[in-house]
């Protein structure tokens, strides 16, 4: 018979923190990027090379989190987890021993092959363990640490930047801290109950039963809804350029202000998460469409601010609503697989965000009317949701 465990709070952190690993893998580098160009100027075609140290990982995450999630249906979560921990943490580090540029973007792949493997098999071990309140509450959590984390990375990227540009890179050794988090805390999950120690790995690998259909759909606005998450992260200090902010510092002080709503979108989530799906969606995507609408029609910096904060609340709401709706719906004989294929859908969108941007602004005339596009496409996202409200809506049970 199965030795049982009860999850308790230092469980749902241990599979929490860990969330902050996608962040470092891009936001911790980003003050750092002058000076490698700078290192790797003699470099034919440096200029695109250098910024793939920062993004090759995000794209490994959209190509690999399916298969992440194979492995762990197949091989159990825990002990794939801490091992993908020790592999973060080693090729996380590699830079600061690597000269040749080819040599770090190996070990930038490797990083995305962890980073997914961490994702996904975090995702699904909150599934596993928790149910009902406690599992929305643990999913939406990572929502808010990876916002607030981005805020500390950014700025800890900055300082130690100061001593070198390698020396950022000794941060991705804080994965070590976690692998010792995640060996006190949890165990190898059971699919006979959550609080259950499995004695050997599950082996699941059928897709019988898998609800395909459900999943491409939420899939399909994952992306869409991921697009729209990271625009203004991503913009919001390309915008603040173009109002007169040209000091590096207070665009990215600025953006971490309106930042904050994504957190507090979160905790709004917490409170509303039981109403129906649609009725979420059609609020979230609402918000999304009135600040980008605001940011479009901004002549000065405090309305942009007021926009793009409009929009974070929205997006802090709806990502924890898509990741509780897709987990609502999976066995755990299937878990993994859908997580991995909804963390892949997610980090999809992360990837292709700046590309629609920039597409969308060519053809409209600009950063200001291309946020207008994306108001209409939000807008278009809530009156789609408010249509699924006519019919019968599932509820995040």
Request: glycine share 12%; net charge neutral.
């Amino acid at each position: 018979m199965d030795k049982h465990r009860d999850p308790g709070f230092m469980t749902g952190l241990s599979l929490l923190l860990p969330i902050t690993l996608s962040t470092m893998a891009i936001v911790l580098l980003a003050p750092i990027l002058p000076q490698m160009l700078a290192e790797y100027s003699a470099i034919p075609g440096f200029d695109y090379w250098v910024p793939m140290i920062l993004t090759v990982p995000a794209l490994c995450v959209a190509l690999f989190s399916p298969v992440a999630g194979i492995l762990g249906d197949w091989f159990g979560r825990r002990r794939l987890l801490l091992w993908s921990f020790i592999a973060y943490a080693l090729v996380g580090v590699a830079p600061v021993f690597l000269t040749d540029i080819t040599a770090i973007l190996l070990s930038r792949i490797g990083v995305g092959l962890a980073e997914a493997l961490i994702m996904v098999l975090t995702t699904t071990m909150i599934g596993d363990y928790f149910a009902g309140a406690a599992r929305d509450k643990w999913l939406a959590g990572q929502t808010a640490v990876a916002s607030m984390s981005a805020l500390v990375f950014f700025n800890l990227g900055g300082q130690l930047g100061q001593f070198g540009w390698r020396t950022p890179f000794w941060v991705y050794s804080s994965a070590l801290l976690m692998l010792a988090l995640v060996l006190a805390y949890t165990w190898e999950p059971s699919e006979r109950d959550g609080g259950d120690v499995a004695e050997k790995a599950p082996h699941h690998a059928s897709w019988a039963g898998f609800p395909t259909a459900k999943m491409l759909g939420i899939v399909a606005v994952t992306v869409f809804g991921s697009v729209l998450f990271y625009t203004v992260q991503i913009q919001s200090s390309v915008g603040l350029h173009e109002l007169g902010v040209t000091d590096p510092a207070r665009a990215g002080f600025l953006t971490s202000i309106a930042s904050i709503g994504v957190v507090l979108g979160t905790w709004i989530y917490s409170r509303v998460g039981r109403w129906p799906v649609f009725r979420l969606l059609a609020i979230e995507f609402g918000m999304l469409a009135v600040g980008f609408l605001l940011m479009s029609r901004a002549g000065e910096t405090t309305g942009f601010l007021i926009g793009c904060f409009i929009n974070q609340l929205g997006a802090g709401m709806l990502l924890p609503t898509l990741l509780v709706w897709a987990m609502s719906l999976l066995t755990f004989e299937m878990r993994g697989r859908g997580a991995g294929i909804w963390t892949g859908a997610f980090t999809l969108g992360q990837f292709i965000s700046p590309i629609v941007v920039t597409l969308a602004g060519k053809q409209v005339g600009g950063l200001f009317p291309a946020f207008g596009v994306l108001s209409a496409a939000a807008l278009i996202g809530a009156l789609l949701a408010g249509f699924g409200m006519t019919r019968k809506a599932p509820v995040l049970a």
